[in-house]
Nanobody
Framework: QVRLVESGGGLVQAGDSLKVSCAAS????????MAWFRQAPGKEREFVAA????????LYADSVKGRFTISRDNGKNTVYLEMNSLKPEDTAVYYC????????????????????WGQGTQITVSS
């Protein structure tokens, strides 16, 4: 059973930086392409960023491009989302998700493509 556990959320001020982590455990987790999604109160869950198995390819939502960086440490089975220049509109519950993909598979922004989900971590950005 694949398990994803996020950590590192919290309350920050606008302009601050924050780095959240997602630890994966279970069989074949090295095959997971990983992504971050977020859901703000009263809104649908939206794509933030994705990274392939090796870490050599990434994909970002336009709203975070240039501010957020997704990375992974395969030795630790952990994916990170480093967020800079945070804005109040970044306030949301952030979820990591995994797609048991082949190495050449494209990266997806569609949450339906992801089979595994963490429980989420709250990030609140005050103005």
């Amino acid at each position: 059973q694949v398990r994803l556990v996020e950590s590192g959320g919290g309350l920050v001020q606008a302009g601050d930086s924050l780095k959240v982590s997602c630890a994966a455990s279970g069989p074949n987790v090295y095959r997971l392409a990983m992504a971050w999604f977020r859901q703000a109160p009263g809104k649908e869950r939206e794509f933030v960023a994705a990274i392939n198995r090796s870490g050599g390819r990434t994909l970002y939502a336009d709203s975070v491009k240039g501010r957020f960086t997704i990375s992974r440490d395969n030795g630790k089975n952990t994916v990170y989302l480093e967020m800079n220049s945070l804005k109040p509109e970044d306030t949301a519950v952030y979820y990591c998700a995994g797609d048991m993909a082949i190495s050449s598979a494209p990266l997806y922004s569609d949450e339906a493509k992801y089979d595994y989900w963490g429980q989420g971590t709250q990030i609140t950005v005050s103005s």
